[in-house]
């Protein structure tokens, strides 16, 4: 607890405290023996005591909203309703209520503490996961190194890290080797081994060896800094069953005061009975309308859900994405680094006749010595010879067919089928599963190099994890050739497939897949985020998979996910959906209660004490079954 609370605690506590001694001192009948007929007026002085104790803040508020003009809320409730106990003692044909005004006043004080500490530790609960902005930067002046504020280093600098500190800035390292603990971002507990030339991202934890990184991104566009944005700003994008429940409760209480007031005033001017006893009955409506359990308990289960979700390395922007998550029935994988590694190896170099192989692959690593897709990075790293720039010009890439460029004058082509048929070329197919890219020099074809994907090793236990989970259908798009793709699908239990397909391409097969949703269901787009934005931006909820340092994944998607495991979507769905049955059972369990206790003091049969229940009681029950969305670990 923090200060604020361990005050209100002890406030509470004392004004209890001062209550039960009342309590014993007016249902003993001292009070009566010692003061006779004025014993009522002194137990309303005793209880005044421990009510303003206990409730004066709560007295103030109401006051505050009424004079704004905003005066239906809890505190407005509480207060008519405590006091209108206390004032029948004015009625001297009924029971004085003082006992009981005073402990709706402090039950519901009991309740609001309750709720402060669950909001206070699901907060914290994220704030300790999230704990990776670092305090400063090491940078070295004169040969020491001096603590800066990170927003002081500009790109290029050189910082220090030392073990034990965490990465203030995204950089590369330039000096050092070490292994950085990822797992407040990933929530993976292997550490990964960095050195020269590795790229760093902030929020990690060094751990063995001193580095030093040369900074990339200034600190307000570092990783860390976009993470802490998106958590902060989640809680702004709320979902339907949130804002239901926040309009619900904006028309909810004016409407039940004014029924409250109706019961109190109507039947005894019918003639219905005495005043005293439809006032009473007005002022149990009155507590047990209080709609806290609802207010509170509903968004602090999207929170909980959304706080454990994160440290697991699952970045959900907002509680309307984790709603629409609880409800996919429909996965899209794109295939290359989500549900493979997307680390392209050349296997196989087949020139043509009369052609040497090292021919063949010093003409496509030329072609290809612009480009950083990975199957590009792959022909040059399986190229031994030196790539001489001044021999190329002209290059550029066709996309989604390949590289075309000017090599030594010569026409160099090199991509996938498409390209040969675009420019005339001939080609013929290979039997080896892989990518095929082929050569063509001048119009002439040289060759094809064979290239494979590696699949990831959870791959095929996230598709098993999602149809176990209730997705009724695992879609995969790719570039590749259909047989490569119908290889790694029927490997991995994927249950359709569409091949050879361009970018654009890609947007269209969602927009089909989207019209055959219907209900509830909800279609999710899986991709690396990097050249998936338009169909990661189309779906309905869009999930970027190994984003750690990708501002185009974090930009574009609805749902980050920290680390390159495709099984953590799975999980990602199932702590959605417990969220989402949480957010349900409070729904019902509040209204149900309410409504049956309503009923009851409508016609006489509940009393204050079983109203203090129905307001206090259910709003606990709650809170505590929404906080069990923090716990993940089993999902």
């Given at each position: 607890?923090?200060?604020?609370?361990?005050?209100?605690?002890?406030?509470?506590?004392?004004?209890?405290?001062?209550?039960?001694?009342?309590?014993?001192?007016?249902?003993?009948?001292?009070?009566?023996?010692?003061?006779?007929?004025?014993?009522?007026?002194?137990?309303?002085?005793?209880?005044?005591?421990?009510?303003?104790?206990?409730?004066y803040?709560v007295?103030?508020?109401?006051?505050?909203?009424i004079?704004?003009?905003?005066?239906?809320?809890?505190?407005?409730?509480?207060?008519?309703?405590?006091l209108?106990?206390?004032?029948?003692?004015?009625?001297?044909?009924?029971?004085?209520?003082?006992?009981?005004?005073?402990?709706?006043?402090?039950?519901?004080?009991?309740?609001?503490?309750?709720?402060?500490?669950?909001?206070?530790?699901?907060?914290?609960?994220?704030?300790?996961?999230?704990?990776?902005?670092?305090?400063?930067?090491?940078?070295?002046?004169?040969?020491?190194?001096?603590e800066?504020?990170?927003?002081?280093?500009?790109?290029?600098?050189?910082?220090?890290?030392?073990?034990?500190?965490?990465?203030?800035?995204?950089?590369?390292?330039?000096?050092?080797?070490?292994?950085?603990?990822?797992?407040a971002?990933?929530?993976?507990?292997?550490?990964?081994h960095?050195?020269?030339?590795?790229?760093?991202?902030?929020?990690?934890?060094?751990?063995?060896?001193?580095?030093?990184?040369?900074?990339?991104?200034?600190f307000?566009?570092?990783?860390?800094s976009?993470?802490?944005?998106?958590?902060?700003?989640?809680?702004?994008?709320?979902?339907?069953?949130?804002?239901?429940?926040?309009?619900?409760?904006?028309?909810?209480?004016?409407?039940?005061?004014?029924?409250?007031?109706?019961?109190?005033?109507?039947?005894?001017?019918?003639?219905?009975?005495p005043?005293?006893?439809?006032?009473?009955?007005?002022?149990?409506?009155?507590?047990?309308?209080?709609?806290?359990?609802?207010?509170?308990?509903?968004?602090?289960?999207?929170?909980?859900?959304?706080?454990?979700?994160?440290?697991?390395?699952?970045?959900v922007?907002?509680?309307n994405?984790?709603?629409?998550?609880?409800?996919?029935?429909?996965?899209?994988?794109?295939?290359?680094?989500?549900?493979?590694?997307?680390t392209?190896?050349?296997?196989?170099?087949?020139?043509?006749?009369?052609?040497?192989?090292?021919?063949?692959?010093?003409?496509?690593?030329?072609?290809?010595?612009?480009?950083?897709?990975?199957?590009?990075?792959?022909?040059?790293?399986?190229?031994?010879?030196?790539?001489?720039?001044?021999?190329?010009?002209?290059?550029?890439?066709?996309?989604?067919?390949?590289?075309?460029?000017?090599?030594?004058?010569?026409?160099?082509?090199?991509?996938?089928d498409?390209?040969?048929?675009?420019?005339?070329?001939?080609?013929?197919?290979?039997?080896?599963?892989?990518?095929?890219?082929?050569?063509?020099?001048?119009?002439?074809?040289?060759?094809?190099?064979?290239?494979?994907?590696?699949?990831?090793?959870?791959a095929?236990?996230?598709?098993?994890?999602?149809?176990?989970?209730?997705?009724?259908?695992?879609?995969?798009?790719?570039?590749?050739r259909?047989?490569?793709?119908?290889?790694?699908?029927?490997?991995?239990?994927?249950?359709?497939?569409?091949?050879q397909?361009?970018?654009?391409?890609?947007?269209?097969?969602?927009?089909?897949?989207?019209?055959?949703?219907h209900?509830?269901?909800?279609?999710?787009?899986?991709?690396?985020?990097?050249?998936?934005?338009?169909?990661?931006?189309?779906?309905?909820?869009?999930?970027?998979?190994?984003?750690?340092?990708?501002?185009?994944?974090?930009?574009?998607?609805?749902?980050?996910?920290?680390d390159?495991?495709?099984?953590?979507?799975?999980?990602?769905?199932?702590?959605?959906?417990?969220?989402?049955?949480?957010?349900?059972?409070?729904?019902?369990?509040?209204?149900?209660?309410?409504?049956?206790?309503?009923?009851?003091?409508?016609?006489?049969?509940?009393?204050?004490?079983?109203?203090?229940?129905?307001?206090?009681?259910?709003?606990?029950?709650?809170?505590?079954?929404?906080?069990?969305?923090?716990?993940?670990?089993?999902?």
């Amino acid at each position: 607890m923090n200060k604020k609370q361990l005050r209100w605690r002890n406030r509470i506590v004392l004004a209890i405290a001062v209550f039960a001694a009342v309590m014993v001192l007016d249902r003993s009948g001292a009070l009566a023996a010692a003061l006779g007929g004025a014993a009522p007026w002194a137990a309303f002085v005793l209880f005044l005591v421990p009510y303003l104790i206990g409730g004066y803040d709560v007295l103030l508020k109401a006051a505050r909203n009424i004079r704004r003009g905003d005066p239906f809320d809890e505190a407005f409730l509480m207060t008519v309703a405590s006091l209108g106990a206390f004032a029948t003692i004015a009625f001297p044909d009924t029971e004085p209520q003082m006992a009981e005004g005073c402990a709706v006043m402090l039950f519901y004080q009991v309740g609001e503490l309750f709720q402060s500490y669950a909001v206070g530790k699901s907060r914290k609960s994220i704030a300790e996961m999230m704990d990776i902005a670092p305090d400063y930067a090491n940078v070295e002046r004169d040969g020491e190194l001096v603590e800066v504020d990170p927003d002081e280093v500009a790109v290029g600098d050189v910082i220090v890290v030392k073990p034990g500190e965490r990465v203030p800035i995204d950089g590369r390292v330039v000096e050092g080797s070490s292994q950085l603990d990822t797992a407040a971002l990933t929530g993976e507990s292997i550490p990964r081994h960095v050195e020269a030339g590795a790229d760093v991202i902030s929020g990690c934890i060094n751990m063995t060896g001193i580095l030093r990184v040369e900074t990339t991104k200034p600190f307000g566009e570092s990783t860390v800094s976009r993470i802490l944005e998106l958590v902060e700003n989640a809680s702004e994008k709320k979902a339907r069953t949130e804002n239901f429940i926040t309009r619900f409760a904006r028309w909810y209480t004016p409407i039940v005061t004014l029924s409250a007031v109706l019961l109190a005033v109507f039947p005894p001017l019918l003639g219905m009975g005495p005043w005293s006893d439809w006032v009473l009955r007005g002022l149990t409506f009155l507590v047990v309308s209080c709609p806290c359990a609802l207010v509170i308990s509903v968004p602090l289960s999207f929170f909980g859900g959304i706080g454990g979700a994160s440290r697991l390395g699952i970045l959900v922007k907002g509680s309307n994405y984790l709603e629409q998550l609880a409800k996919v029935d429909t996965v899209v994988f794109d295939k290359t680094g989500t549900l493979t590694s997307g680390t392209f190896n050349v296997v196989a170099v087949h020139p043509e006749s009369g052609v040497d192989p090292d021919y063949v692959l010093s003409m496509a690593a030329h072609a290809e010595a612009y480009s950083d897709h990975p199957i590009a990075v792959s022909v040059k790293r399986a190229y031994s010879g030196e790539i001489d720039r001044e021999r190329i010009r002209d290059a550029h890439e066709e996309s989604g067919h390949g590289v075309s460029a000017i090599v030594d004058e010569r026409v160099v082509l090199v991509g996938n089928d498409r390209l040969m048929e675009e420019h005339g070329g001939s080609w013929h197919d290979c039997d080896l599963t892989g990518t095929i890219l082929h050569v063509s020099v001048d119009g002439a074809y040289a060759g094809h190099i064979v290239i494979a994907d590696v699949v990831k090793d959870d791959a095929a236990q996230a598709i098993a994890d999602l149809h176990e989970a209730g997705v009724r259908r695992c879609v995969m798009l790719t570039g590749d050739r259909r047989d490569v793709a119908e290889a790694v699908a029927g490997r991995l239990g994927i249950d359709e497939v569409r091949a050879q397909l361009l970018p654009e391409d890609k947007v269209n097969a969602v927009e089909r897949l989207l019209s055959l949703e219907h209900g509830d269901g909800r279609l999710a787009f899986v991709g690396d985020g990097i050249n998936d934005a338009p169909v990661l931006t189309r779906a309905d909820v869009g999930v970027a998979m190994g984003a750690m340092g990708s501002d185009a994944a974090i930009e574009a998607a609805d749902v980050v996910l920290m680390d390159d495991h495709p099984s953590k979507i799975a999980r990602a769905i199932r702590i959605a959906r417990k969220t989402m049955r949480i957010v349900w059972q409070n729904i019902v369990f509040a209204l149900g209660v309410k409504v049956a206790i309503l009923v009851l003091a409508a016609v006489g049969v509940a009393n204050m004490w079983l109203a203090v229940f129905g307001d206090v009681g259910v709003a606990m029950i709650a809170i505590l079954n929404a906080m069990r969305c923090m716990r993940v670990g089993d999902l």
